[in-house]
């Protein structure tokens, strides 16, 4: 098996990584939230009997082992992938959007989508009923469906998003800034409550202080009233006598 992939121009930097990295991380948590067996992979060497190795930017293989690979050799694991995606940033775009068309149908995937991130361009093939090459999916509503994946793909100003029905994947960016933002909403309760609870405690302070005041005058009050009857008494005057 050939070891290196010949590569027609350099790698393509931080936006072509970014772009895809988004991709699996919203597939990623999205199959392991429903408990779907889906292994994804982005630029995974692929090996095919007799052909030149190739790592398309995201594969997808359904109901396979959630290991880690090194490489994906079609012989090894008797299947090949189900689905590909190539993300094009810059150069000559015939490679995505017409040779890899006609190779990646001959090889058998059954889904292939391409996308134009300079021009906001994505296009879609599955294979057609027989299996010999690829007819074109058509958008509904702005909406490419997978039926490898049960998901639907479209263009927004960010780039690509999966939808299941009208729910969009989050990326894991997304997922840190909600779960971020529940934190942060959790702690602003957190905090309320506690002043609230400090407030009440006060409350509940100065009316025990109250309280006590109010005790405190009424045992003074009793001890003037004792002390006057004791007087009283000493001039022999009963203080319970009426008049």
């Keep these: 098996m050939p070891s290196e992939i010949q590569r027609a121009s350099p790698p393509e930097g931080d936006q072509h990584w970014n772009a895809k990295r988004h991709l699996r991380e919203a597939l990623d948590e999205y199959f392991r939230r429903i408990s779907r067996r889906v292994y994804l992979s982005c630029e995974l060497p692929v090996y095919y009997p007799d052909e030149p190795v190739f790592a398309p930017d995201l594969i997808a293989v359904c109901d396979v082992e ?19 995606l190539e993300i094009h940033v810059a ?7 017409v040779l890899n068309v006609a190779r990646y149908a001959r090889l058998g995937i059954p889904e292939y989508f391409a996308y134009d991130l300079g021009k ?10 027989r299996g010999a090459s690829y007819v ?16 639907d793909l479209t263009l927004e100003q ?18 840190i800034s909600r779960l971020s ?35 405190r005058r009424a045992e003074e009050e009793s001890r003037r009233a004792e002390a006057l009857a004791a007087r009283l008494r000493a001039l022999g005057v ?6």
């Design 181 to 215: 933002s529940m934190v942060d909403d959790a702690l602003r309760r957190a905090e309320e409550e506690s002043s609230r609870a400090e407030e009440e405690s006060s409350r509940a302070e100065d009316e025990s202080r109250r309280a006590e005041q109010e005790s």
């Design 158 to 175: 960010a780039g690509i998003r999966f939808f299941h029905g009208s729910a969009p994947l989050p990326d894991a960016r997304e997922l």
């Design 238 to 243: 009963d203080p319970d006598a009426d008049g």
């Design 120 to 129: 906001r361009r994505l296009a879609g093939w599955r294979l057609a009923e």
């Design 91 to 97: 150069g000559d775009a015939n490679k995505d959007f």
């Design 66 to 84: 959630l290991h880690e690979r090194m490489r994906w050799v079609v012989s090894d694991e008797q299947r090949g992938p189900d689905l590909a």
């Design 136 to 151: 074109p999916i058509v958008p509904q509503e702005g909406r490419w469906h997978s039926n490898v994946l049960d998901l």
